[in-house]
C-alpha cells in the first residue's frame, strides 16, 4: 500500500523555522516528483513546492520563495520542505503528494499532477 506520512508540524512563534518531512512506505520515493501542499482553515488548498524525481527540478510558490526549501534525501526514502521567517498566515495544515506517474524529470505544483497524498501535519504560526 502506497502512504505518505506527514510529520514536523507544531506551534512556532512569527519568525521561526520549522522542517517538514515526508516520508513513504510502500513505495520507492525517489522514482516520484513530490509536491508540497497547504490549506488554512476557511481557505482553498494551495500549492507549495514540488522537486522532481532526482531532486534536479524544485519549483515553489511566489507567496514562499526565497523563505522555503525542498529537498529529498531517497537513501531516507524522505522529502523535506524547510520553511524559514514564518508569519502567521503561513498556518495550515501541510500535505505531501506524490505524482501520479514515475520518472518525471520535473515537477508541477498543480495539484492535478499529484495522486497520493498524505493525512497532512498542522503548522501554527503564532506568539
Known amino acids: 500500500q502506497l502512504q505518505l506520512v506527514e510529520s514536523g508540524g507544531g506551534l512556532v512563534q512569527p519568525g521561526g523555522s520549522l522542517r517538514l518531512s515526508c516520508a513513504a512506505s510502500?513505495?520507492?520515493?525517489?522514482?516520484?516528483?513530490i509536491g508540497w501542499f497547504r490549506q488554512a482553515p476557511g481557505k482553498e488548498r494551495e500549492r507549495v513546492s514540488c522537486?522532481?524525481?532526482?531532486?534536479?527540478?524544485?519549483n515553489y510558490a511566489d507567496s514562499v520563495k526565497g523563505r522555503f526549501t525542498i529537498s529529498r534525501d531517497n537513501a531516507k526514502n524522505t522529502v523535506y520542505l524547510q520553511m524559514n521567517s514564518l508569519p502567521p498566515e503561513d498556518t495550515a495544515i501541510y500535505y505531501c503528494?506524490?505524482?501520479?506517474?514515475?520518472?518525471?524529470?520535473?515537477?508541477?505544483?498543480?495539484?492535478?499532477?499529484?495522486?497520493?497524498w498524505g493525512q497532512g501535519t498542522q503548522v501554527t504560526v503564532s506568539s
Open positions: 503528494a506524490s505524482d501520479r506517474f514515475p520518472g518525471r524529470a520535473t515537477c508541477n505544483i498543480d495539484s492535478s499532477f499529484y495522486a497520493s
Open positions: 510502500g513505495f520507492i520515493l525517489d522514482g516520484y516528483a
Open positions: 522537486i522532481s524525481s532526482r531532486g534536479g527540478m524544485t
